[in-house]
């Protein structure tokens, strides 16, 4: 029981940690789409580029970050953070980007499923099922491998730890 406390807790941990660490990336980024096309175009309507650039400002954010010190503002705010598996070290940068660059390819699908463009529209329903295969394919592998790693840790060699 204890150590099913200690699993919940965890990914709690890592769910409210991404929560922040997300608002942090998402916000600003649709604040600077919002003033753009307001002065530009004088309209209210979101531009589709606020994906792109929210991808390439999440994968940035942490990136840099977890390379820095292993935690992002979220992860240092719940008191976890990110270390190799084999000596509990920060993660060296193409560890770091293994770790997150499968993050940030399902971070664009699952916007770039809302984008409506002729030619997206066909690839819909596949986007959709690959975003639910990896989510679940996550939460799975946390639960199998119980040492705290995700799938994205396992393919990094990392895992998240209470600090």
Known sequence: MDELKLIFGQVFKRFIGFGID???????????????????????????????????????????????????????????????????????LLKVIIRHLPLTIMFLFTYLNEIHLDQIEKFKGTIELIIEIWFYTEIIFYIIKNNGQMFHDYIAKTTVINK
Do not use: H, M, W
């Open 22 to 92: 997300y608002f942090i990336v998402l916000f600003p980024n649709f604040l600077i789409t919002i003033l753009i096309e307001y002065i530009l175009t004088n309209s209210n309507s979101i531009n589709d580029f606020l994906t792109l650039r929210c991808g390439i400002t999440y994968f940035l954010y942490f990136t840099y970050l977890t390379y820095k010190n292993g935690q992002t503002i979220g992860k240092k705010a719940v008191g976890i953070i990110v270390v190799q598996i084999d000596n509990n070290e920060t993660p060296n």
